[in-house]
């Protein structure tokens, strides 16, 4: 069996703790966390942890009939080892002991309350992870490392219009050496210090008028790359409510387009799987993906149909989205199938083959179909103005 504790320098540990640790045999750390235990299990094992960090699963695996024990920072619920332990040893984990939280932390040093603050992390995550936070007068609590990494958000901030935000770097909070530094994400910037490699970031987003996309949706079709295959934004918006997206849920975005739907899901949160055969639009996909902040989404090069169904994710979706294919019953028969009760099955389109296989659906499964033809308000001649109607777009759900 397996016990997980979370320790910091200068909390000391809880009773419970020190009798888990007093009678380990082998535990698990980093060189700082195992430095830490030491003095109160003399006779364990050691074994420090290799990066990155789910490659230790199968040395720890090795030692799980004996009395283990894993040491984490702070927390381990919390953006640390808890998750990924107890997917991996589900009914193997006997014990989990917090220590302090940084968040709570970092909260209390700047008198936020956690509530108001968005919570997130770039430590060992791309510097883009943070992106869809930014926001006017949004306060972010970002768990992070890297010498440089403070420089790299700022300039982030800076790029999208936002130079006057307050950035705070940090580190050994609550302990030995504990260093608070501010400065505007402009100053920060430019600096050529190299900060501590593992730090926390409070940023207060300034109220200036930069760019930024909001949690509902991406409202400007200019910000993605794309070849013009792409759902337009007051289509996105409505395929996106049908989807239902939410924290963790996964996407399978089949005929991806330039895969605006997917980029969506994974930047509210969720785990986007796109499905193209043009490499050039799969590229553009990971562009976009970095541009706004929408990880992870992950690209499969693939012409779907059903007779390559074997070469789809293995990765069960909770919602799919089909932009191509649409005539191809064993797709549609596949994707209901592999469905949750829950799961939704959406799917657009504009040619009237499309069309009649949306209508083929419905006719032998329900669900709702939508028929939708926006109109643009435009300049016409010299002084009047018209509206422009756009090409209607078929819209269909499982469920509405």
Request: glycine share 10%; hydrophobic share 40%.
């Amino acid at each position: 069996m397996m016990d997980i504790i979370g320790v910091r320098k200068g909390d000391g540990l809880t009773p419970p703790a020190i009798n888990i640790l007093a009678q380990a045999e082998v535990i698990f750390g980093t060189e700082y966390n195992l430095a830490l235990v030491k003095p109160h299990c003399p006779t364990a094992q050691y074994i420090t942890f290799i990066r990155p960090f789910a490659d230790n699963i199968p040395k720890i695996q090795q030692y799980i009939d004996k009395k283990l024990v894993i040491l984490t920072t702070g927390d381990p619920g919390h953006y640390g080892a808890g998750r990924l332990m107890t997917r991996h040893f589900a009914g193997q984990i006997s014990t989990i002991i917090p220590a302090r939280s940084i968040v709570s932390l970092v909260a209390n040093a700047l008198h936020w309350a956690v509530e108001d603050c968005a919570i997130t992390s770039i430590h060992g995550r791309e510097t883009n992870k943070f992106i869809p936070f930014i926001a006017p007068n949004a306060r972010i609590i970002m768990l992070s490392d890297g010498v440089m990494r403070p420089q790299n958000v700022s300039q982030i901030l800076c790029e999208r219009g936002f130079p006057a935000s307050k950035i705070t770097i940090l580190s050994n909070l609550g302990g030995v050496g504990e260093n608070i530094a501010q400065y505007s994400a402009r100053e920060c910037a430019q600096l050529p210090t190299e900060f501590s490699s593992f730090h926390t970031l409070a940023i207060h987003v300034s109220a200036e008028n930069g760019q930024f996309f909001g949690r509902a949706g991406v409202s400007n079709d200019k910000q993605f790359i794309h070849d013009g295959q792409i759902s337009k934004w007051e289509i996105r918006a409505m395929v996106m409510a049908l989807l239902r997206p939410f924290a963790g849920g996964v996407l399978w975005d089949i005929g991806a387009g330039n895969g605006t739907i997917a980029l969506e899901w994974a930047r509210l949160g969720g785990v986007a799987h796109s499905m193209e055969m043009n490499p050039a639009r799969l590229d553009n996909i990971q562009k976009n993906a970095e541009n706004i902040g929408a990880l992870p989404v992950f690209c499969h090069h693939i012409q779907l149909n059903g007779q390559n169904l074997g070469k789809l994710p293995s990765q069960t979706p909770d919602s799919i989205f089909l932009g191509g294919a649409l005539g191809d019953g064993a797709l549609w028969a596949h994707c209901r199938q592999i469905l949750p009760p829950f799961g939704r099955l959406v799917a657009t389109a504009a040619t009237s083959e499309g069309e009649q296989a949306i209508i083929n659906q419905y006719k032998q499964h329900g669900g709702v179909i939508k028929r939708v033809q926006l109109e643009d308000f435009q300049p016409f001649a010299e002084k009047y103005h018209r509206y422009i109607p756009r090409q209607a777009v078929i819209i269909y759900a499982n469920h509405e």
